[in-house]
């Protein structure tokens, strides 16, 4: 298997653009995960899909971000305008969670945002 | 307020000592999850102790629980320079599951050689 497969791996961008993280879970997995990791606060979950239904998004910061995940392979998350200060490593992360049991999380190797 | 936190944050080391690294809690978990991350990649999981486990070994791997004083410790004995990476705990809170799961802000080790 190929793992969680993020793209682009780096974008660099100016504020105010548009910016689309791409994630492909691993095949047979049915929750994903996109996290935001700065050092400043670390890692923080942005949003949870269970079998391609959005879970709790308590974690997105504002409406600029909003995310998809149309079927079971594919997961977007949109930066809409972007802003210096979402500058940080996205992480998108694929489990399978079956019977209330927590799975282990598989991550990708991640999208790093630059917003100048 | 967070829920997992490292402890030292960072830990430099020579090659073939071992090296404990420390994580603390704050509320009742489910269980709790060790990952490790190198420099520019993504986390990589490395073990699961469950509440009513004291004890975990994977490897080279020993991870301890201690539920009644809300901490956990991993230990790597006789590290490599590959093991230089930075280790995370995560806890899954008593109510909630994966999408609870709470990261600390990591020990960064780095293994001499």
């Known amino acids: 298997d190929a793992g969680v497969i993020q793209s682009p791996r780096h974008e660099v961008t100016e504020m105010g653009q548009e910016v689309t993280l791409r994630c492909k879970p691993i095949?047979?997995?049915?929750?994903l995960f996109w996290y935001r990791q700065t050092m400043m606060r670390g890692l923080e979950l942005l949003i949870y899909?269970?079998?391609?239904?959005?879970?709790?998004d308590s974690g997105m910061p504002e409406d600029r971000f909003s995310a998809k995940m149309p079927n079971a392979s594919f997961s977007t998350l949109k930066i809409q305008p972007s802003e210096p200060r979402d500058s940080a490593v996205y992480f998108c992360?694929?489990?399978?969670?079956?019977?209330?049991?927590?799975?282990?999380?598989?991550f990708g190797e991640g999208s790093r945002l630059t917003v100048l | 307020s967070q829920q997992g936190e490292e402890d030292p944050q960072a830990l430099s080391i020579q090659e073939g000592e071992n090296a404990t690294m420390n994580c603390s809690y704050k509320?009742?978990?489910?269980?709790l999850q060790w990952y490790r991350q190198n420099s520019g990649r993504g986390l990589v999981h490395l073990i699961l102790?469950?509440?009513?486990?004291r004890e975990k070994h994977s490897g080279r791997l020993r991870v301890t629980l201690d539920t009644s004083k809300k901490s956990s410790s991993l230990l790597i004995t006789a590290s490599r320079a590959a093991d230089t990476a930075s280790y995370f705990c995560?806890?899954?809170?008593?109510?909630?599951?994966?999408?609870?799961?709470?990261f600390g802000k990591g020990t960064k080790l780095t293994v001499n050689p």
């Open positions: 992360a694929s489990s399978l969670i079956a019977g209330g049991d927590t799975g282990e999380l598989f």
């Open positions: 095949s047979g997995h049915n929750s």
């Open positions: 899909f269970n079998n391609n239904v959005p879970i709790d």
């Open positions: 509320t009742s978990i489910n269980n």
């Open positions: 102790i469950r509440s009513n486990e």
């Open positions: 995560a806890t899954e809170p008593l109510q909630g599951g994966s999408e609870k799961l709470v």
